[in-house]
């Protein structure tokens, strides 16, 4: 069992830049990918980045790739989300998620087995 508690929200001006942190239980973590989502109001859960367990690979939405980094931490049993040049159209709670099925695609929301409770992020025009 993981437990999963992301931190780092807020509102931002467009433009400018925030780092969510998820922060994991168990001493497991460095096995496992780890993947960030998130969701507009009215809108389904969008990937937006995933890492594998050593860190060495790294997925990114097409909405995102180049503003957006992600890592990880093993010792400190966190993975990060470094979002640069924010737009209004980035607002959304965003999840992370853990655990990932064998052969998954990185890219869907049931692929992983744990998740976070979301952190609100808002930017403004």
């Known amino acids: 069992q993981v437990q999963l508690v992301e931190s780092g929200g807020g509102l931002v001006q467009a433009g400018g830049s925030l780092r969510l942190s998820c922060a994991a239980s168990?001493?497991?973590?460095?096995?496992?990918?780890m993947g960030w989502f998130r969701q507009a109001p009215g809108k389904e859960r969008e990937f937006v980045a995933a890492?594998?367990?050593?860190?060495?690979?790294?997925y990114y939405g097409n909405s995102v790739k180049g503003r957006f980094t992600i890592s990880r931490d093993n010792a400190k049993n966190t993975v990060y989300l470094q979002m640069n040049s924010l737009k209004p159209e980035d607002t959304a709670v965003y999840y992370c998620?853990?655990?990932?099925?064998?052969?998954?695609?990185?890219?869907?929301?049931?692929?992983?087995?744990?998740w976070g409770q979301g952190t609100q992020v808002t930017v403004s025009s």
């Open positions: 890492i594998t367990s050593s860190g060495g690979t790294r």
């Open positions: 998620a853990a655990d990932l099925a064998p052969g998954s695609t990185w890219r869907e929301e049931y692929e992983y087995r744990y």
């Open positions: 168990g001493r497991t973590f460095s096995s496992y990918d």
